[in-house]
């Protein structure tokens, strides 16, 4: 897999229409229905992104919310053809670290061979800061954030989301600790907005 140009994607991608997607990974997520019902939610907030006319959207590569993002955006772009999704790989050797951390590894294939484009930042995971600028990167791109974390984490999700907050990118922040009775329409769900 060959290094992508950083320049090229900055060349066609509309930043006013660029959607930075920053969530979770498993082990931070509810499980079970819970899951399945933010999953809901997730793509509740994508459709609406959508139709206010964001057409790009990065994501980190990462398990968790970046591929059910993934998977959805996938879905929609076969009757949108305006729909471009770019991944944002931390590293070339990213497999590395699904496998050091049992990830389901057919789930990085799958974010790779269906974006649009792959950019791919440092050399080895286990370099200082790989994870930060896969996360500045997107957010420097994009005018809007859709983030899916709990406040009470300290994590890189929560550094994108106050990274955009300080560039004062508009963001919506569904909020994956405060969990709602369930059935539950999106409008229950704990979800802050400024400008999205």
């Not at 929609?76 to 931390?90: A, D, K, T």
């Not at 600028?133 to 890189?156: D, I, K, Q, T, Y």
Request: glycine residues 6%.
């Amino acid at each position: 897999m060959e290094q992508a140009d950083l320049q090229s994607a900055q060349n066609y991608i509309p930043w006013e229409r660029s959607l930075c997607i920053t969530g979770h990974r498993p082990e931070k997520l509810p499980e079970g229905i819970y899951l399945k019902a933010l999953e809901k939610v997730l793509c509740h907030y994508l459709d609406y992104a959508i139709l206010t006319g964001f057409t790009h959207f990065y994501i980190g590569m990462a398990e968790g919310i970046d591929y059910l993002s993934a998977m959805h955006l996938f879905k929609l772009r076969r009757n949108n053809p305006e729909i471009h999704v770019i991944g944002v790989q931390p590293c070339t050797d990213y497999e590395t670290f699904f496998e050091v951390m049992h990830y389901n590894l057919s789930h990085l294939y799958q974010m790779q061979e269906q974006a649009d484009e792959l950019i791919l930042l440092s050399d080895s995971w286990k370099q200082k800061g790989a994870f930060l600028r896969r996360n500045s990167l997107m957010v420097e791109r994009s005018s809007a954030v859709l983030a899916v974390c709990r406040c009470s984490v300290h994590s890189g999700s929560m550094y994108t989301l106050q990274y955009a907050k300080r560039l004062g990118l508009a963001y919506c922040w569904i909020h994956s600790d405060y969990l709602p009775e369930l059935p539950a329409k999106p409008e229950k769900w704990a979800v802050e907005r400024c400008g999205f």
